[in-house]
């Protein structure tokens, strides 16, 4: 899968991308990141990609043009080498608190598109008709951040874990939390008495049936406590 990034702030990509799982997907070659800096596309001597907004106001917002011609130039080079031709093989997405909120389904089915664009936004919002070049808006979740670059990176490493062959383990991404709708069991691992505090018997007892029912037991109690909105309906499945 190939994932291309436009933002202002590429220098803060490696850090994330460089390491554990996104590290190892990358050498291996079942993902390509690319970065690209949108100030390269500014037409601006001063290589600026936002201006005042009209109808004044506090802030400054993103333009739109540069953001229109980072996309084609990605579509001209990425995109046409695949046959983009061909309905659904690319998808461009803008991070944006409005957009559609992230889950397991949303992760799952973007994991499923051979190449991805993902455009990163920045100052006080980007020009509104930057949506009429993308395809779909996600969230990550209702907070405001000073950027999309970590939302950027969050939906990079949540969609990475379901191209095949990146988790190691494949039983790993269906025993997780939200995969059957539900949060995690508690685990656990050595010592087996940690300041007083004991792993459950069962999970020394050896007895797989009794180990299983009770995961399955703290699952729904967790989810009952914590997560009841995952009972009523059935997000990210
Ligand atoms: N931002 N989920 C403001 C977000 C965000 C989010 C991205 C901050 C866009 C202009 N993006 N910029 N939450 O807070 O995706």
């Given at each position: 899968m190939r994932i291309d990034v436009i933002t202002?702030?590429?220098?803060?990509?490696p850090g994330v991308l460089g390491a554990s799982m996104l590290k190892r997907a990358q050498e291996a070659g079942l993902l390509q990141v690319q970065l690209h800096?949108?100030?390269?596309?500014?037409?601006d001597k001063h290589r600026k990609v936002d201006d005042r907004p009209y109808g004044g106001g506090p802030g400054m917002v993103m333009r739109v043009e540069p953001i229109a011609e980072a996309l084609e130039a990605i579509r001209s080079t990425a995109c046409a080498a695949h046959g983009?031709?061909?309905?659904?093989?690319c998808q461009r997405i803008l991070m944006s608190p409005e957009g559609e909120p992230l889950s397991t389904l949303v992760a799952k089915q973007a994991a499923a598109v051979q190449h991805l664009t993902v455009v990163c936004g920045h100052y006080e919002g980007v020009d509104e008709r930057v949506k009429a070049v993308v395809d779909r808006a996600i969230s990550i979740g209702d907070y405001v951040l000073t950027g999309g670059e970590l939302p950027a990176m969050v939906l990079i490493d949540a969609v990475a874990?379901?191209?095949?062959?990146?988790?190691?383990?494949?039983d790993a991404t269906k025993e997780e939390?939200?995969?059957?709708g539900q949060l995690e069991y508690p685990q656990y691992t050595r010592p087996p008495v940690f300041r007083g505090l004991a792993v459950p018997d069962v999970l020394l007892s050896g007895d797989h049936e009794r180990v299983a029912a009770w995961r399955r037991e703290q699952s729904m109690d967790r989810t009952r406590t914590h997560r009841p909105d995952l009972l009523r309906e059935r997000n990210g499945q």
């Open positions: 202002i702030f590429p220098d803060m990509f800096d949108l100030r390269d596309y500014s037409h983009e031709a061909a309905p659904g093989t874990r379901y191209i095949p062959g990146v988790i190691g383990h494949e939390s939200f995969a059957d």
